[in-house]
């Protein structure tokens, strides 16, 4: 379980997150969304520790993260990052398996590339481009390169930054239907940011909209139509007008 | 504030910035040696920074100490006929080459080649995500980034610097015979017979501090690059000014602790 308390951080004059608070249960499939630039990056960063909250708690099942073992509390993570962040002086293989190369879960080199491959069809992309190196690839097959790697070692809790973005609507749909799959399958804890509203119907358990730095809207996907929010009916219904200003 | 207050006040902001500056390497610094030794170690990407870092650096190093070398018979020969001392130019271009030229040219050349680059490589993997990406899959940047280039850059700048000696000392050869009329034989053995080891040594201890000094320098603009690529732009900037300055600086000081009694 994942649980934001009070999650405040600023970058300088910029106050991003302004006390959020948040729970993610075990095996849940909670979905982000909010506005760009409202802070959904900075939230999931701030749980693996890449970024560092000025004040408040994260706790990973009830503990706060980090400390001795790092290593090991990281292991339990994946993360695919919003653009990617593919190794490109790696193949495309080498970046999918590259946390069964080293370290605690380290195998031969042709398991890992088996495994590599078998992920690589599991986003829908072809064994031929195992050995090309990510800038030979077009976005929308980066994003799904990062996704693989991001479940090559079959973490327990996964992030998913903006999974579909750039990726045409039969794509979308299949990656919809694998983060679902990896809930269900794998048991596994998953955090989603997303702008795109099929895909929130078709992954979220619950979902929780940012806005202003703290949470606006959280419930379960069912109740997400009739919640009376008008924040969150202005986001979900697309609206121009509406109390979210247009300039942001 | 009055006029010296404002006079004043930049001088002192950037004296702290410098400090504060000078702190953060020193932690960098730190942190990079303290993983040298620690396991796991990165054997594939240290052989292929000793590549990249060495034997890619050869051709410039190798046409900087070259034209240096022959310079430096010429004007030596043109020095040493003001009081008839042209024979000195074999001894004195041989230690002038390995003393200082040959560490102090191809460090700077090396700052300008290699810690440009390593700036770039590593501020473009920051800004891309690239680098919290390793720390997501559990291997720590410093160790998996900076250790193999500070290691493979502290080894192969002496080696380096061998060659890039040993070419300018030939480009002085060349000129010493070809056009200031010395015999070929006497040439080389003035050159060995006042060539002591220590010569040869002291500038190899130079060049190790100078890869070192690249690479870390290099390595802490790239990680601690600023966003888009304005940030990449100014890291790989400051990594080659800072490089280039210490190199300089260092060289000052190792000099002076080598050979004043
Ligand atoms: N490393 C950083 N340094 C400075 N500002 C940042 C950094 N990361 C994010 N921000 C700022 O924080 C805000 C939220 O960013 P982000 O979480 O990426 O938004 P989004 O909700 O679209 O994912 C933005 O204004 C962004 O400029
Ligand atoms: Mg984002």
Known sequence: ?248 | MNPAQQLLAPIGRSTLGLLASIGRVAMFVAQTLSHIFRPPFYLKELLQQLLSIGYFSLPVVGLTTLFTGGALALQIYAGGARFNAESVVPSIVAIGMVRELGPVLAGLMVAGRVAASIAAELGTMKVTEQIDALVTLSTNPIKYLTVPRVVAATLVMPILVAVGDSIGIFGGYLVGTTSLGFNSAAYISNTVDFLQSWDVVSGLIKASAFGFIVAVMGCYHGINSGRGAQGVGKATTNAVVSASVLILAVNFVLTQLFFTQ
């Not at chain 1, 849940?28 to 000025?54: A, D, H, Q």
């Not at chain 1, 790092?70 to 990052?81: C, V, Y």
């Not at chain 1, 909209?209 to 008008?230: F, K």
């Open chain 1, 1 to 248: 379980m994942i649980e934001f308390q009070d999650v405040h951080k600023s970058f300088g004059a910029n106050h991003v997150l302004q006390g959020v608070n948040l729970k993610v249960a075990k095996g849940e499939s909670m979905v982000i969304i909010g506005g760009s630039g409202t802070g959904k990056s900075v939230l999931i960063k701030t749980v693996l520790g890449l970024l560092i909250p000025e004040s408040g708690t994260i706790l990973v099942d009830g503990k706060v993260g980090g400390g001795a073992d790092r290593d090991a509390f990281l292991a339990r993570f994946g993360m695919l990052f919003q653009g990617g962040a593919l190794f490109d002086s790696l193949s495309v293989w080498q970046n999918v398996a590259f946390r069964l190369m080293r370290g605690a879960l380290k195998k031969p080199k042709e398991e890992a590339r088996a495994i590599a491959i078998e992920k690589l069809r599991r986003v829908g992309l072809k064994e031929e481009i195992a050995d090309h190196f990510p800038g030979e690839l077009s976005g929308g097959m980066q994003k799904r390169v990062g996704l693989a790697r991001a479940i090559a070692a079959e973490p327990e809790i996964i992030f998913f930054d903006e999974p579909t973005t750039g990726l045409d609507p039969i794509m979308s749909g299949v990656i919809n239907e694998l983060i679902r799959e990896i809930v269900v399958e794998m048991g596994a804890t998953a955090m989603t940011i997303t702008h795109d509203m099929s895909s929130v119907r078709a992954i979220a358990d619950k979902v929780a909209m940012l806005h202003d730095g703290r949470v606006q809207w959280t419930g379960p996907v069912g109740e997400m139509d009739s919640s009376g929010d008008p924040y969150l009916d202005q986001f979900i219904n697309a609206r121009a007008h509406g109390p979210i200003e247009a300039v942001r």
